[in-house]
């Protein structure tokens, strides 16, 4: 009875320090193993906005509610918002028949919070916000919109993800990016088709424009150094700066550099079908680099698939069906991209006063299947050309996606294990652990290939997020074109997607 009485001493506490500290490192090291990001523990901080836009009939409701499934299973509580007062899907995608009519119970004053307007979705951790189809559409004064807007922000979530109306005018500024812009990334979707792509560059160039006038607080400079971007004949950026220090006070100067190093925007490519098009959405990133100052790097870019663009119809996301493809393996990789990013950044939500009133709530519903008919057009007009034709932009050799191991060794002889995820006979871009410097050039082992051939490369772009970068190829054309060969055989011999 004594022995089962006495009290029973902490096992931890007979454990060496040295012992202890060894288990704490091997559960860390455990943890960092499984290959999967994980909310921080802890108060939540702020939820990080992610305002998804596009033109009509490029997927950007799909891609929305796909990226919000694939961070709600990163343990993230997330909202999303469906901003359409007259056309919204985002029930129809999840198969929810009788959503919470959200938007019109705050518009209206029925609810005071937009907590008690979630509808709870399938998905656990993700919650929709969506206006009722059978009111008729509200047009919401600017008090009531910017209500809204701070409702948003306020979320308790990790996540907010937008889904923004594409019905807006491309240059009269009736556009919500407008408003979250400031403190949001702004996920562009776009089908690899001009018609599409023009419609995301012209988005961006007003979004940029905005964005420069926000920074300089409406000067004379600001407001001229926009109207010079949205004019179609615009020349690149680093002429419209030079042009700016010129005749512009420093303050003004720094103002606008500091707005397009701040931009926050990434690309997402959607129905792809073969290399060459998906090649386009790069070439677009890099002329948006050229002609709007700003980095727009792709995200990711989805083929073309069958139950992706079925969505809204079949009432069950991509990532909620059964089996796994090269699609769900996307929108897996971008989520953890995103939340790496938003992690390891300060661009959480922030004040929403700074902004101008909310406009463009209303507009159709966005369709599932990129179509080449679908546009943005304006009544007796179309969609603002390209400032350069965008095949001066498309790399020289095809890019083939691949997921290969490999060691990188630094002329310094630092050496890091990588992941290849694509190739082309000049080059390839590696993910390395974020901030990593992988220094000017060296070696690259392909150590999953028969022979473990090795390359001499010049690192390019070293300041990418998630500590990607690409490399150019130094050594023999030869072992270029077999790495390509390879990757360009394994990809045709692929089942490919449903």
């Known amino acids: ?37 994980h909310a921080p523990l802890g108060r939540r901080a702020g939820a990080r906005v992610l305002v998804v836009c596009g033109q009509a009939g490029a997927g950007k409701s799909t891609v929305a509610a796909n990226l919000a499934i694939a961070l709600a299973g990163l343990r993230s509580r997330v909202v999303l918002v469906d901003l359409d007062l007259t056309g919204p899907v985002q029930h129809r995608i999840f198969g929810i028949a009788s959503p919470v009519a959200g938007l019109h119970t705050l518009l209206e004053d029925e609810v005071d919070t937009m907590e008690q307007a979630l509808t709870p979705t399938p998905v656990r951790n993700l919650f929709l916000v969506t206006s009722d189809t059978a009111r008729p559409p509200v047009r919401p004064t600017a008090d009531r919109q910017l209500r809204l807007l701070r409702q948003i922000f306020d979320l308790d979530a990790d996540v907010v993800i937008a889904d923004v109306s594409a019905d807006v005018s491309l240059d009269d500024g009736e556009s919500l990016v407008d408003l979250l812009g400031p403190s949001a990334l702004r996920l562009v979707v776009a089908a690899p088709q001009l018609r599409s792509i023009r419609a995301a560059y012209n988005l961006l160039r007003g979004q940029v424009a905005h964005s420069i006038e926000h920074a300089t607080g409406g000067t004379p400079e600001g407001v001229a150094m926009a109207a010079a971007l949205g004019r ?79 969505t809204a119809a079949l009432g069950r996301p991509l990532l909620l069906g059964t089996g796994i493809d090269r699609n769900v393996r996307l929108f897996h990789s971008m989520a953890e991209q995103l939340l790496v990013e938003g992690n390891d950044s300060e661009s959480l939500a922030s004040d929403p006063d700074r902004g101008t009133p909310l406009r463009g709530l209303g507009g159709k519903g966005d369709e599932s299947e990129p179509s080449g008919s679908a546009s943005n057009e304006k009544a007796g007009g179309t969609v603002p050309p390209l400032p350069a034709p965008l095949t001066s932009y498309m790399r020289r050799y095809p890019r083939y996606p691949v997921d290969w191991h490999a060691r990188y060794v630094s002329a310094q002889g630092r050496d890091f294990d990588v992941r290849v995820f694509d190739i082309s006979q000049s080059g390839a871009s590696i993910e390395a652990i974020p901030g990593f410097d992988l220094g000017g050039a060296g070696r690259l082992t392909f150590t999953q290939i028969k022979g473990q051939p090795t390359i001499e490369v010049t690192v390019k772009n070293g300041a990418r997020p998630m500590g990607r970068v690409g490399v150019h190829f130094e050594s023999s054309l030869d072992v270029c074109k077999k790495l390509t060969e390879i990757a360009r055989q394994a990809r045709e011999d692929q089942p490919p997607p449903a």
Not at 20 to 26: D, I, K, M
Not at 245 to 273: D, T, Y
Request: net charge neutral.
């Open 232 to 310: 179609s004949s615009a020349p690149p950026m680093h002429e419209l700066m030079a042009r700016l220090q010129e005749h512009a006070p420093p303050n003004a100067v720094a103002a606008v550099m500091q707005a397009l190093e701040a931009f926050g925007g990434r690309l997402i490519g959607n129905c792809a079908r073969r290399t060459d098009e998906a090649d386009l959405l790069h070439a677009t990133a890099r002329l948006v680099a050229d002609y709007l100052g700003v980095a727009t790097p792709v995200l990711g870019i989805l083929e073309q698939n069958d139950q992706l663009a079925a």
């Open 1 to 37: 009875m004594d022995d089962f009485s006495r009290p029973r001493p902490n096992r931890l506490d007979e454990t060496p320090p040295e012992a202890r500290s060894r288990a704490r490192v091997l559960r860390r090291l455990k943890v960092l193993g499984a290959g999967r990001w």
